[in-house]
């Protein structure tokens, strides 16, 4: 149910960080915040505060669906507009076992139809999905599942594909966790920072904009384009 190997490139054959940390998964540290601090906001958007707690029965409740309809283990594409419901979706395959690829928002359906081929994906979880699916009817409890081990994979991320058809890298548990400690330690940033996520969901570096703010038990705040597509949007958002 993974992709083949002979479509992806190993993250971590890629990623290099000179010195190693203690692992502990990002789903995990998201759930002992939600569990510890509640009503501590996770994600703050132009119109709305989102707690930990909130994105966890959110993430919760699509689990169930998920899981209900096509199994633990598996593999979806998330078509994400820079908000909470693509926070969301990717919790919620993190729950499943599962693994993700980010795509851009209106990529063309051959593209589309290509990449969830040669990833073994099964569904497109969209801007709609949440409400279109009618999640809200499921459960808020948490649904059995083995921890997320460090060298599972986690997502794929795709190339463009401008010079033939788009490859896959693969990035595990471990790989993305590093990133993360290595990028926290290098700028000091602390639980009183806040991180602003401007990256396109279909960009690698935009994980960090998701689960650095959760190693740091910080608030993501994500900003759709049109207000972070101007200098002088992002001037007034800091």
């Not at 959110?58 to 309809?69: C, K, P, S």
């Not at 589309?112 to 073994?120: F, H, M, Q, T």
């Not at 190339?159 to 033939?164: E, H, N």
């Amino acid at each position: 149910r993974r992709p083949p190997r002979s479509t992806l490139f190993p993250y971590t054959t890629l990623f290099r960080s000179s010195r190693d940390w203690e692992y502990t998964s990002a789903l995990e540290l998201f759930e002992r915040q939600a569990e510890e601090n509640p009503d501590n906001t996770a994600v703050l958007t132009e119109n709305s505060e989102i707690s930990y707690e909130e994105l966890d029965f959110m993430a919760n409740q699509e689990a169930h669906y998920l899981v209900e309809t096509y199994g633990m283990e598996r593999g979806y594409l998330i078509e994400g507009e820079r908000n909470y419901r693509t926070i969301v979706h990717m919790l919620v395959v993190l729950k499943t076992n599962g693994y993700y690829v980010p795509i851009a928002t209106r990529l063309p359906e051959n593209r589309k139809n290509y990449i969830l081929e040669k990833s073994n994906g099964v569904t497109v979880l969209d801007d709609e999905f949440y409400s279109r699916e009618r999640i809200d009817d499921y459960s808020e409890e948490p649904i059995p599942r083995k921890d997320n081990d460090a060298k599972d994979l986690m997502y794929v991320i795709y190339t463009s594909g401008t010079t033939g058809n788009p490859k896959g890298v693969a990035i595990t548990n471990e790989a993305l966790m590093n990133t993360v400690n290595d990028i926290n330690e290098r700028f000091q940033v602390t639980e009183e920072d806040q991180i602003i996520g401007i990256s396109s969901f279909g960009f690698d570096l935009s994980v960090y904009d998701v689960f650095g703010a959760v190693v740091i038990k910080s608030s993501d705040s994500v900003r759709s384009e049109e207000h972070t597509s101007e200098l002088q949007s992002l001037r007034h958002l800091v």
